[in-house]
């Protein structure tokens, strides 16, 4: 009966790769070098784990010594974060106009960190007024130093691209939101801590104080 044949995203592993030989790299990422596939498939076979054909398009192919079930299952992992990742990531809009004053401009500063902080991208966009149309170079301008000032928090995409009376730069997250989440938890769990610290002390402290004030009532009586 025929091998049934790994689909088209799958490597071929043992016994369906076809080279005469390959490349081989060891379990632990070390270069064996050209060997006949069926040596390769007998030092696969003695260390327990499966020969997985990772580069077919190489002269000869290489492949690496590995736990396949393994593999399979950490890049499914990866897959299915990633995905989660890019579906809770939200874009938020963040307008400017070309002649802000600081104060404004430091609100909507604020408020689009905060957005790239919680793991979402930026919008960033100007919107023209009149005769504010023919000088774009003051649009790029302006959002040259949105980025600039978020460069902590997020990276521009894209330079800033005109679209009739609107100039837009999308800024995306330094950290994903998965990575967002868990730092946000982590302060929260800092602050209650050290909130629970506070009223601790501040008990003992209270506890402390009425103490030396009744010793200090018996000595006087």
Do not use: C, W
Not at 4 to 29: K, W, Y
Not at 35 to 62: F, G, T, Y
Request: no cysteine; net charge positive.
């Amino acid at each position: 009966m025929r091998a049934e044949e790994p689909s088209i995203s799958e490597p071929r592993t043992n016994d369906r790769i076809r080279a005469n030989e390959v490349r081989l790299v060891g379990p632990g990422g070390e270069q064996v070098g050209v060997v006949k596939l069926e040596i390769a498939l007998r030092l696969a076979q003695e260390a327990d784990l499966d020969l997985v054909e990772v580069s077919p398009n190489s002269n000869p192919p290489v492949a690496k010594i590995m736990d396949y079930g393994k593999f399979k299952y950490e890049n499914a992992q990866k897959a299915k974060e990633a995905r989660r990742n890019q579906a809770n990531t939200v874009l938020k809009e963040v307008r400017f106009r070309l002649k802000i004053d600081d104060h404004d401009y430091e609100t909507k500063l604020k408020r689009a960190i905060g957005f790239l902080e919680s793991g979402d991208k930026v919008k960033a966009m100007i919107q023209f007024r009149g005769r504010e149309q023919s000088r774009p170079e003051l649009g790029v301008k302006l959002l040259q130093k949105f980025s600039d000032d978020v460069a902590e928090f997020g990276t521009a995409e894209n330079r800033p691209k005109q679209d009739g009376r609107n100039m837009v730069m999308i800024v995306a997250p330094v950290k994903n939101k998965s990575e967002a989440k868990a730092e946000q938890n982590a302060r929260r769990n800092q602050q209650k801590q050290a909130a629970r610290a506070a009223k601790t002390a501040g008990e003992e402290t209270g506890s402390t104080d009425s103490a030396d004030t009744t010793a200090t009532e018996t000595k006087e009586n």
